[in-house]
């Protein structure tokens, strides 16, 4: 089983970018992304459903993220929009969302400037 974590970078406060997290040797019911910065714990940033019709968000990511999947492709996304200089963290995808679980991403960086 392998989380395969990609499209973080730099950006420019308010810009965007698309993260994807590819799965392979099982499918996952829920999904999630966290994210860890210097210097802090993990934390939960998203989740999405199997059918992606129930999603969560952490507080400081709402109307700005957008969790998604492509059960077809066994591929989990995080679109995020309006970055913000706090949003710089290595992001990781895993399957379910309470932090728990043996399945993790690799992590991708993304690192948003002013």
């Known amino acids: 089983v392998q989380l395969q974590a990609s499209g973080g970078g730099l950006v420019q406060a308010g810009g965007s970018l698309r993260l994807s997290c590819a799965a392979s040797?099982?499918?996952?019911?829920?999904m999630g992304w966290f994210r860890q910065a210097p210097g802090k714990e993990r934390e939960f940033v998203a989740a999405i459903s199997w059918s992606g019709s129930s999603t969560a968000y952490t507080d400081s990511v709402k109307g700005r993220f957008t969790i998604s999947r492509d059960n077809a492709k066994n591929t989990l996304y995080l679109q995020m929009n309006s970055l913000k200089l706090e949003d710089t963290a290595v992001y990781y995808c895993?399957?379910?969302?309470?932090?728990?679980?043996?399945?993790w991403g690799q992590g991708t960086q993304v690192t948003v400037s002013s």
């Open positions: 895993t399957s379910g969302y309470s932090g728990r679980s043996d399945y």
């Open positions: 040797g099982r499918t996952f019911a829920t």
